[in-house]
């Protein structure tokens, strides 16, 4: 069967595209459509006991055909469909880099594949899942600041309430200004 | 962000409707896995992947150059398109190719320009195919202007011809149909690379993508699919967002429908949505419905892979213009091209076995009146959607 | 004389006044009686003579029209007199070769033997008197037929050789005979050759061999300016000039009135003079006669007597006529005897202003129009006549001549006079007078002529011939009228040569183009059906037949004397019917109509009468009554009744007779009234014989009958005589006849049913001469199929012997000669030569016939059987021909059809004549005529022309002017049977050609797109490395050569059959489908059935680095191609020493400077002519390019080679 038939607890009829369809699909389109699913609609699907099931079949589906597909198009000796797949996940890295996470150790292998352009890519990939990374981090610190200093019209008034020391603003002002060329690559 | 919940949709007031969903999903599980049956004597017709059409292609070549080294005389075999060609498979009620096919040799006076031109359609198609590219019949014509003998019609009707030679989908050969209709609703698909939600593409939604190899449906949760005749009708429910209200998959066919909507649609049907479609209330509304559950006769060949035998004929009906006392002057008289394709249809044999559409024909006949479906705005903006299309679902009321 | 009459009537005018007898001499009163010539003089437009266009084509008609007759006279007269003179010296000429013999095996027994012959020698002495005789008969053969033309030649009168001849003096005699039969053999061998030679004598005959010189004739360019002439006229001929007038007519009048002339003359000016001097000469009043005598006292004669010339005039005149003739016969004088000519010179010049300002005339130009025959020429006496009205030598008998009866040359001398007040040139020359006539003349009112030039002999360039030139005034000449009119003519007499040289000095010239002179028509006797009471009348009144029968048997046709002598009975009854009175062969009796009528009956008896004494037979009348009245009453009393109910039967046949020819009734009626006309006839016929028994039975009554009551009155005797004599028509002398004889002889002349008239007088033109005329004229294209005598082949024969022999057979029994090889004889030949197979033959010819005729223009002629409507004989014939390039398209109908009556052009009043209404009968669009116009006339590259010729065309004529023949349904018909079967070739001709053109537009359409194709296909087969080798030439290559087969205009439907045969199922679906389950129609060829379709299986392997070896396609040609021997030698005799030789090396060699040839060009340039090597060559240039060694291809469906 192309779909799977879901009968959700409030008489809803969803239909999921089946392991089978997936099979057909190529290489990074399984993992990415798990994943949108996920993200975006598991939540809508009425009972908790109806989302857990659906997410249990996601996760079968990313350990049975995701992550084997992605793999298997990595590992393929034919240069051209390793390098449309190092092209789908080169997209994925700078879109949604979490996808990625599986694929890096292979990614990394690729690194220094003796094709000039497999190679080049895959380090594309990986800087870019760094710099996603480092840019994560930095948002997250940039929170923390915010949690402290608030925005900056807050920080200015703290300055001059004197809530805060004049070290303690410079260094979270340059905390941010840092935060925000880094973000501006 | 993924749409509210819709406990607005009862689902038991609507239990008729869900009942046709139920049957469709039963249905898919018991043919699930047996190849379509074909009746004997039909063309067997495939949908080609690209290396599969270029092998054939490759065929044909081989055998006309087997030919002309041994005979000097390289004649095509071409399936014959015209009606003494036509079979009703009754069980499948769709209109398919037989296997007649009429020859063409290059050294026949009259055959000699037909059997040029194939040649160059091919060499056009197997470059297409060979760069794993599309194109729309325009642009094969404008391929080789002159050759085509600077008509249109001429290469239109050759890429029917050699679809028919390969014997696969006129798509395998990569040469497209021109997109006209749009889809919006309750669906989540794969367009290329793109993932897309149907639900949150504003009124127009989604535009049929006429290359259907790059399209793959992920996931819906609608309760059934409203095919809409008329673009007009189309932006009534789109602004009234009528998919949120009731969880469905709307598409606007502008008249019959071009071939990529029609096959979007039996995919669609093919996942046990039960399928309405909405046109005027007039004999050619019953004709564009025959179209979409039977395929036509000239695109017969193609007709497996775009028929949807299961689609029911929501409205509007003949005796709907009197239950929702459509005001007279909304109606139209029937007009004599009217009158004679309804005699006509009700001659066909797939409406004599089904006695509600005939006796609404009848009636049409008998009343002389026709209407469209804005008529139902003389009653009200709102009426067509939250009156007549939601009582209509809940009665069962269509053929 | 007249004043005695007066006295003698004044004294006895006492006595009845004797009715006085009105002499028809007497001239006085009111009604004069002009001449015919007065009459015309002023009205020769009659004649169509009317200024303008037309009235140059008019002169030319009329001399044209007796120059043709002359010529045709002179060659028929020639091979009629030379029939005659052969049969007439066969027994001499037989016995001088019996003689030669006799006396040759003499001498040479003589002197080998050494013995003396003494009785041979004896009978030859008998026989030498009989042979001098027999060369003077001979001699004196050739003198009449030659006439005084030729100078006798002295024969020996009398043989020398006397004594007997005895062994003792056998040597001297023997001696005395060798010489006298030297001179006698060299006597009758010179006669036998000049008989032979008799057809080669320009003199006697046109000899018909110069068709070299005509070919490359130009009578402009060769011709000699006139200075170079100075011919001296011999002192002798001077000397008489005036001499040879005296001889023909009263010497003293002549003399005398032209010496008292003398003395005026001076006063007039001299002819040159006036031409110079401009001033005005009153012609109306001249007038002289030369052979009529009271017309001495005209005023008109007086007149042109003025312009007699005097002695030194003369000659000068003479000079000048003598040297323009030289000058005029100069460019043809090598041909002017032996081939039949007419030149015909129109020459323009400023009219001096005297004619100008005569009236409205202002336009007018003066031409002069010289015409030259070498027909017979005519006599002195007869050149005396020439000019006159009435006066023509078409004789009184009807025969089939273009002339007119004597209007038309006097009528042209007359204009000429009218216009131009100039005399009218004429010489000629008879075949059998030594020197030629020439005068210069006008012609009189009273239709009597007076000469400038008297009537002199003088030598001419020619042998025999006429020379007419005469001065008319008319508008300015444009083309379109005499040049058409004698293209035309010559396009009809094409036997005969045509010079004209019009105003602009531009020459037409048409040269002679058949072989031979058409037949001589015969003498028509008109047919009874054909006669009017008018010429029956007239023809009883000229002849002198002294019996009616016989008049009736020599002036008609189909007349036998039974048929005479019945219908004389029958008109003999009529007229005894119509009058009363019964001959009953003894006596007469008056058939009465009331029994209290007088009745009287007369009979022979033999009286003394009158003033001699012997008894002489005279008419005694009875009269008869009482008992023998009553007698005769009864039956006269049945012959009233049946005279009754005979009237109303002939009123019934009559109106039968009327509604039968009236042409709305249906068949079925017309039918009905035959039945009723036959059950009148039958009627008609027993009154007939009732009456005649009733005769019988009076003239038994009257036998015994005793007569008494004689009848003395004077008066009614008299009365009765003269009905006797009425009743007497066989008796009484055809030219007595009284009026109402004749009509009754007219009615039972015209009553009788006669067999249609002999149509050996109506001689047709002939096809073949048609065609060749119309094929040199507009030198069309057509294919060498015209068979040595000029007749076209219908199609090319095998040549084998069997049909050598047979048509040589055929040939000479045009010539009624035996046969080659009798009939039976040539059954044995018929047998095939072996090595030429003649499937292989038909192929050739029928592929040479398509090639060789692909650029033919269409041409036909069909002459229909002579037959007759309406009593006329006549023949109708037609020749049409269509030439896309050489006959330029038609403006109007009048421009594609043309109309011939007696060979003559008719160009005026087209619409109204029946030959055009038959040309309009005819459904063209049937056969393939794609265009006419609005009245039916083929519209297109057409010309068509028709002849009717017979003896009696002038009286088919609708009108006087005599252009357009009456619409008569038997003519009409004619005509469309003729033009039908013409159409019926045309349609053929037609079909072939579009075929061909099919075929080429097919091979052409094909050709266009092969190419394409197999460049499409090349593309994506070139993807698949299979293919790595695969050129695009050698599909091409393989395409073309089927496509050669089949559009070859040569191969026939079977053929190109037989090579589609060769096709395999298209093998590309099957394949694919046997993948699928359902099964198909076709079954699925797996690859090695495919390959193993020809017997010699080509695996088409990519690996293979050659391309696939030649296939030879199995085709019919193919299988032609062994059958033929190798080596062309094998034909043997049948190829002529000069063929050249057809091998690879010389085809090789024509192609060598590699460009495309088609096969004409190769045919040219190795010379070929034969079949055989035609076909010989299209086979080794196939062979040449199955080795690849040229190449092959195709232009507009042409065959086109080229070097590898």
Sequence with gaps: MDFNVYRLSDDRIIQIASKEKMKKWTGEVPLVYINYIRDSHLKNYGSKKDQKEISDYLDEAMEEIAVPKLIAALESHNDDEVMAVLTRIEELSRKDPDLVKITLSNVERKQHHPNKDISKLAEKIQKNYDRAMKRRQIKKQLEDNEKIGGTDAELDQKLIRGDISENEYLRLKKERIEAYQELQE | ?399 | MASSKKSTESINNAKPRKPKKISTEDKSGDIKEASIAKFMRKRTQLVGFDYGNFKHTQYAVEFIDNALDAIEKFQWDAETNLETLKNNTASAITDFERFDNEAEALIAQVEHSEDQPVDALKTLYKTVPKILERIQQVNEEIQNLIGIAIRTVESPEKSQLKGSVTSTNFQEKYKAFLEEFGKIKTEYTNIIEKIDGMDKNPQFIFTLDKELSLENLNYLSNGVPKSTFKRKISDSLKKNLRKFVESTHNTTTSNESTDTEEESKTSVPQIDEIGNLEQTVDLEAIKQELSEQEAMDDEEVKELQKLQKKEKDLEVELQNIVDNLDQFVAPVTDIVDNEPLVILKLSEEEPPDVYREKGERSDSYLYTIEVFDNGTGMQPQDLMKFGKYLASSKSQKLRQTRGSQGFGSPSAFSDAQNTTGKPITAISKHSTQLYGVCSEFFTTEKNTKVYVVDPIEIETPFLHGTYVKLHYLNKKYNRGYVDAYIEKTALMNSHISFIYIDPYGEEHFYPRRVIYFPKEPKYALPHPSSIKIGDFQDLLRGSDNLTVQAFLTENFVRISSRLAKSILKTSELEIECKLRFFNLGIGFLSVISKPTDVMTYTREESRIYGRSKNPRMKYIAYLIENDLKEALWEPIQDFNTLMKNRHSLLKNQKSIEKSLNDPEKKKKELKQLEKELNKVNKELESIEKSIRKIKQNLNEILQTASLDNEIKHPQTLQKIEEIIGYLLISKTKPSELSQIQIEHLYMAFKNQSYLAPPTDTAIPVGESALETAVIKQYNLTVSNRVDYFGNSEDEIHQIGEYERIKSINKNLSKFNMPNLVSDNGIESLLTYNPTINPEIYADTISELDLVHTIGDDFIAANTRKPTSGKGLAFVVEGVMAYSPNKISLAKKASQVITRYVNRTPKMRDNADCALWQGVQSVNWKSYKVTDTFDNGVPKGNYVIYVNCSGPYTHLMFKSQSKNALAEDEVLIKEVKYCLEAIGRKLRKYMNKKEVREKRSKRSRIIEKNIPLFVNSIYTIAKTDPKYRDLKKSTLEQKINEVLAIETDPTATDEEIREAKKAVIPSPVLSKIISHSQSESSDQPPDDSKIVSVTPSPTKVSSSSTTPPPPVEAKTTLGSKLEAIPPKAESKGEKRSASSPEVTDERILDALSDNNWHPTSDIVKELSITTFYDARLLKIKLKALAMKERILFGKKQGKDVWRLK
């Excluded at chain 2, 190719?97 to 056009?124: C, F, H, N, P, Y």
């Excluded at chain 2, 030679?165 to 290329?192: E, P």
């Excluded at chain 2, 039977?294 to 509007?316: C, Q």
């Design chain 2, 1 to 399: 962000m993924a749409t509210k919940s819709n406990q607005s949709y009862d689902i038991k007031k609507y239990h008729k409707v869900r009942k046709l969903y139920e049957d469709g999903l039963r249905r898919i599980q018991e043919t699930h896995g047996q190849a379509l049956q074909l009746p004997k004597g039909v063309a067997k017709i495939d949908d080609l992947t690209t290396d599969e059409a270029k092998e054939r292609l490759h065929q044909i070549v081989d055998g006309l150059i087997t030919q002309i080294m041994l005979t000097g005389r390289p004649i095509l075999k071409v399936p014959n398109r015209s009606s003494s060609n036509i079979i009703w498979d009754e069980k499948n009620d769709m209109l398919l190719m037989g296997q007649k096919t009429t020859s063409k040799s290059l050294l026949s006076l009259s055959s000699a320009t037909d059997m040029t031109r194939i040649a160059k359609v091919m060499e056009i198609v197997n470059d297409l195919l060979e760069q794993n590219l599309h194109a729309t019949k325009r642009d094969l014509y404008y391929m080789d202007v002159k050759g085509f003998g600077g008509e249109q019609k001429n290469s239109d009707a050759l890429i029917e011809d050699l679809a028919t030679i390969l014997r696969s989908t006129r798509n395998s050969t990569h040469i497209i149909a021109s997109a006209m209709g749009n889809c919006v609703g309750r669906l989540r698909i794969r367009d290329g690379n793109d993932i897309l939600d149907l639900s949150r593409m504003g009124s127009q939604g989604w535009q049929v993508n006429p290359a259907l190899d790059n399209v793959e449906i992920l996931e819906t949760d609608a309760e059934f699919v409203l095919v809409i005749e008329k673009n007009a009708a189309m932006v009534r429910l789109a602004e009234a967002r009528f998919w949120e209200r009731f969880p469905c998959i709307l598409m606007a066919g502008r008249g019959q429908g071009d071939m990529a909507s029609r096959m979007f649609l039996r995919r669609l049907s093919k996942m046990g949505l039960p399928v309405f479609l909405l046109v005027d209330a007039d004999p050619y509304g019953s004709y564009i419905a025959s179209v979409y559950m039977r395929g036509s006769k000239r695109l017969s060949y193609e007709s497996p892979f775009m028929a949807t035998p299961d689609l029911h004929l929501l409205g509007v009906l003949a005796k709907d213009l009197d239950e929702y006392n459509i005001p007279k002057e909304a109606r139209l008289r029937l007009t004599a091209q009217d009158k004679k394709r309804a005699k006509e249809l009700l001659k066909e044999d797939f409406i004599k076995a089904n006695k509600k559409w005939g006796d609404d024909l009848k009636l049409m006949l008998k009343s002389e009146e026709k209407a469209e479906i804005q008529a139902f705005t003389s009653r009200g903006f709102k009426f067509l959607v939250d009156e007549y299309i939601p009582h209509k679902l809940e009665t069962g009321d269509w053929i």
